[in-house]
């Protein structure tokens, strides 16, 4: 007998996230814990140059809000749960789709997750001693809390990320504003604007402080993927995307201009823990515990905001028959797609309970960056054999607001190749493992259907 198409199901994603809900779903999801920490290593890339680091950041900030414009467009035009898969599934062809999914599900983000989780027990030891075996234990005690929450409903998970990330803007205003008071950092400091160098090694510095930057900035491509639990999805996503992009650029912004007041360029360069000193600089040892706590609701919202999004990917995947099929299924009475959610947080129990993420998600994050060009392209195809489907809203600057993204995200992957081929080729490796999955999946759904 045939397996029930998905497609026929009674329950179905309900229209549930509004602006307010994707505008800190963007904000919550992107904002981990880099904010609390690159500073100092972007810093240190460009030779101790405070414009050059602000560059830095504002770049950064343009580039990913080039591709929040683009996308706006896509989910607008495109409302369905997935976000980048279907888009590259309809423009381009499944197996690249596809091949996305199998990393976003197997690397990318379980490997978020994972690191998320291993990361909040790190923090939570430097408030309470931790065994290593009860720090295992809350890592994948909190990735169960939040598996939990998203598959009782995606409104009740929307609320959550609501409020933690509500606090952890309000926690990193009053931080900034805090060291902007009393910050004397720069004082008797001969500030250098601009660094004393040759142009090649000033640009080299650049690229590598913007791969980190671009770092903290990602996460907003996730929002994509609720496209079909959105109400008003032609109007709200592209408000949402921007105003989200351009809140984090104000915010990331305020906090390296606050650590630079509070600590100077040179103390500010030489710190890993940029926030935690800040905070001690101003307020004593003791301060430095409230960034903990600070940090901690952030990653929390961080791992929510991957596991509210990504499994729609996996649930897009499953109704196209080349992914697991019961990650397809909606749960009748809480109308989330529950197995798909359990089965993305299930592995990433797996990823941090055995640390075996780390060197996956060095070699294949990366890669991420071509998904998201081919993302973007897709909306050339869109207007060349969709125009009247276009919504109300067309990105600004087309077609050089997608072309310069698209140009960005290229020249990441391309510079990855040119100085890590190593890393680089292992990450195309496990992407390119999906492919023999894929022709299996297809395989068994063709069968199926006759």
């Not at 009748?332 to 990823?351: D, E």
Request: proline letters at 4%; glycine letters at 10%.
């Amino acid at each position: 007998m045939a397996k029930e198409d998905p497609s026929e199901q009674t329950a179905t994603l309900e229209r549930t996230l509004g602006l307010r809900d994707l505008i800190l779903l963007i904000i919550g999801t992107v904002i981990g814990s880099g904010i609390f920490i690159v500073p100092g290593a972007v810093l240190r890339q460009v030779g101790g140059s405070v414009t050059l680091a602000m560059l830095v950041w504002v770049t950064g900030g343009i580039l990913s809000l080039l591709g929040a414009l683009t996308y706006g467009e896509l989910a607008a035009m495109n409302p369905k749960a997935g976000g980048i898969y279907i888009y590259i599934r309809d423009c381009f062809s499944p197996l690249p789709a596809f091949l996305y999914g199998w990393t976003l599900f197997f690397v990318i983000s379980s490997g978020a997750i994972a690191t998320l989780a291993v990361a909040f027990s790190a923090y939570l030891g430097q408030v309470v001693p931790l065994t290593p075996l009860l720090s295992k234990l809350i890592a994948v005690g909190m990735i169960v809390i939040v598996t939990a929450v998203n598959v009782l409903g995606t409104r009740e998970s929307a609320n959550l990320q609501n409020w933690t990330t509500a606090i952890k803007v309000v926690a990193i205003l009053i931080m900034s504003a805090v060291l902007l008071w009393l910050g004397r950092g720069f004082s008797g400091v001969d500030v250098q604007f601009w660094p004393a160098g040759e142009g090649a090694s000033l640009a080299s510095g650049f690229g590598l402080a913007m791969i980190g930057v671009l770092w903290a900035y990602e996460g907003w491509q996730y929002v994509t993927f609720s496209a079909g639990e959105t109400k008003n999805a032609q109007r709200n996503f592209p408000r949402a995307l921007l105003i989200g992009s351009a809140a984090l650029i104000g915010i990331y912004l305020l906090a390296n201009l606050s650590y630079l007041v509070a600590l100077g360029p040179i103390k500010a360069s030489q710190t890993d823990s940029i926030a935690a000193a800040a905070v001690t600089a101003v307020a004593g040892p003791a301060a430095s515990k409230l960034i903990a706590l600070a940090i901690l609701v952030s990653i929390f919202s961080a791992a929510n905001g991957v596991v509210l999004t990504a499994p729609r990917v996996y649930y897009a995947m499953a109704r196209d028959r080349v992914f697991f099929h019961r990650l397809a299924e909606v749960h009748p009475r809480f109308h989330t797609p529950a197995f798909a959610v359990v089965a993305g947080s299930a592995w990433a129990v797996v990823l941090a309970a055995t640390g075996s993420f780390e060197q996956l998600l060095t070699y294949v994050v990366f890669t991420g960056w071509l998904f998201y060009a081919l993302g973007a392209a897709s909306i050339f195809v869109y207007r060349r054999r969709r125009p009247d489907v276009a919504g109300a809203y067309r990105v600004p600057g087309y077609p050089w607001t997608p072309l310069l993204f698209i140009i960005a995200a290229a020249a990441i992957v391309v510079n990855t190749l040119a100085t890590q081929p190593v890393r680089a080729a292992m990450g195309l490796g496990v992407v390119l493992l999906g492919a023999p999955a894929y022709l299996i999946w297809r395989s068994r759904s063709g069968v199926n259907e006759s």
